[in-house]
């Protein structure tokens, strides 16, 4: 199991045990109804939600520090050979002029030979000595400048780092709940374990252009389990599905919930006017979806279920808090 998917049921399993009795002897214990199951489940699943969306964000935001320190990195130390390099030309030169330079000059022309041909040579000299300490100059005033950004970029690695573990940190805490709601989601019949080769279902909703391969793509993961942090093939999260649903059709959208709410900001839409392949957010953006078209929309619900397409109905309409549109 992830550490993400980990954290997740942890989170799920503290909002659960606030509900239910526990489970000792001589506790008051009732099964609870169908209705019940649903009820105490949207709740947990929202608190499960909001916290892995955060474990998301943090591990994006680490993921991208590190590999623009990295590139930085490898960007100053291949400047600092080149440095090197010329500093060696620089050196030989030196060497030669001190060793071979005007004495030399002077016992080429007692012993004849073209004088112009050995000033050519003595200036050529000159000339790459002066070039290569200009260049020597340039890169490393450039170098400076790219080890201060280097040095900015691994403090902000840092930071990353350092947000990323203390979300990771909050396994140890709960992870003893893990297995507790493993346990009752299985007790009650509400866990499914879904198939991660599923051939899920073909759209044959009104959508066209990229819009429709991006269903196309969300329809063909139909079947297949959700998993926290999941981005496929397998398994998905909500936004690690939408992600990948548009990607098919050649959009790049960002990671989580929250960013991708972001990336849209220009591009969001009113309820009421969405249209197929639009994004769905719910309040809080813990959750997202596709709109289908046809009053449906196909998403990944939440642990122990699987990618499925639902009817928006009044519930899911009084949850959502906004669309945007790709």
């Not at 964000?57 to 590139?71: L, M, P, S, V």
């Not at 000059?105 to 000299?125: D, N, Y």
Request: charged content about 25%; some cysteine.
């Amino acid at each position: 199991m992830t550490v993400s998917a980990r954290l997740a049921r942890a989170a799920a399993a503290a909002a659960l045990t606030v509900t239910v009795p526990a489970l000792v002897p001589g506790a008051a214990w009732a099964d609870p109804s169908p209705a019940q199951v649903r009820a105490r489940l949207v709740k947990l699943n929202e608190r499960a939600d909001q916290l892995v969306e955060r474990y998301n964000q943090a591990t994006e935001a680490y993921r991208k520090a590190r590999t623009k320190y990295r590139a930085l990195d490898a960007e100053l130390n291949a400047k600092g050979e080149q440095v090197a390099e010329l500093r060696e030309e620089l050196a030989a030169i030196a060497v030669h002029n001190y060793q071979f330079g005007p004495s030399m000059g002077w016992q080429r022309l007692a012993v004849g030979g073209p004088p112009e041909a050995m000033l050519s040579g003595m200036a050529s000299l000159d000339q790459m000595a002066q070039d290569r300490a200009a260049r020597i100059a340039a890169f490393e005033s450039a170098t400076k400048g790219l080890r201060e950004r280097r040095d900015q970029a691994k403090g902000a690695l840092a930071e990353a780092e350092q947000a990323r573990d203390d979300v990771r940190g909050k396994q140890e805490e709960v992870d003893d709940l893990v297995e507790e709601q493993t346990k009752l989601l299985r007790r009650l019949g509400a866990y499914r374990t879904g198939n991660p080769r599923s051939t899920g279902l073909t759209y044959t909703g009104p959508a066209s252009g990229n819009a429709r391969e991006a269903l196309q793509f969300a329809f063909a993961q139909v079947g297949k389990p959700y998993r926290y942090g999941g981005t496929g093939p397998g398994s998905f999260d909500c936004s690690g599905l939408t992600q990948a649903a548009w990607r098919a059709a050649g959009v790049s959208l960002p990671r989580t919930t929250y960013t991708q709410w972001a990336w849209g900001a220009d591009r969001r839409v009113p309820l009421d006017e969405v249209q197929p392949g639009d994004l769905l957010f719910s309040k809080g953006l813990g959750h997202m979806g596709m709109y289908a078209g046809d009053g449906r929309m196909v998403h990944a619900p939440q642990t122990g279920d699987v990618i499925k397409v639902v009817a928006l109905d009044d519930y899911w309409r009084g949850r959502l808090v906004g669309a945007i549109r790709p």
